[in-house]
């Protein structure tokens, strides 16, 4: 099975976790479980168990909320698929380890840049040993504009980390109410439309 890179988004209890894990599982191949979550509190530790109670038995588990380019290298050793749940929260990892002091918008945008690529970077190598990396990650940018800067920079930098991944994905999902809908197939229907 030829590895790939999928992105797969979605905007909050949109359905986009359970869509992606079904996607890992639908393979039939030994599945590498990144998880970037860190547990600060009950509603957290809440939301972790719901994932975790999801998972099959047989999926092993690599806790990555920095660095996680060396999980996606470590699991891509002994696994077919990859998943990585999330990118969102991965990013706001990032941006709570910048001092306040030392928080712009130049900084948070080159630490986005220099992480996401590594992350890529993991999973092309992993795509040319025949894994596949799913990417979960959140649509944050479809409300309102947040009223203080860092949930402006954390909205921007969101969207510009989903861009990148999805350039470089084979297939990108957006799911809504649990519906996922595959935009890399619909993109390239219009395009050959264009070009009737």
């Not at 547990?39 to 920095?66: G, S």
């Not at 699991?75 to 712009?104: K, Q, R, W």
């Not at 799911?175 to 219009?190: D, E, F, Y």
Request: charged fraction near 20%.
């Amino acid at each position: 099975m030829a590895g790939k890179i999928v992105l797969v988004t979605g905007g909050a209890r949109s359905g986009k976790s359970a869509f992606a894990e079904k996607l890992a599982a639908k393979s039939g191949e030994s599945v590498g479980y990144i998880a970037t979550a860190q547990i600060y509190d009950e509603e957290m530790r809440y939301r972790v168990k719901l994932h975790q109670e999801r998972r099959p038995d047989n999926w092993q588990t690599f806790e990555a909320p920095f660095a996680a380019e060396k999980a996606i290298e470590k699991a891509a050793a002994g696994h077919a698929v990859i998943l990585f749940d999330c990118i969102t929260l991965y990013l706001s990892n990032m941006l709570c380890a910048i001092p306040e002091g030392e928080l712009t918008e130049e900084r948070a945008y080159q630490e986005m840049t220099v992480r996401i690529d590594h992350l890529l970077q993991a999973a092309q190598v992993a795509a040319g040993q025949g894994v596949t990396t799913i990417f979960v990650s959140n649509e944050v940018g479809a409300g309102i504009v947040p009223e203080n800067r860092l949930a402006r920079f954390y909205r921007d930098l969101s969207g510009l980390a989903n861009q990148k991944i999805a350039a470089a994905s084979a297939d990108v999902y957006a799911v809504i109410a649990g519906i996922p809908v595959n935009l890399r197939k619909i993109n390239t229907c219009l395009a050959q439309e264009g070009d009737r």
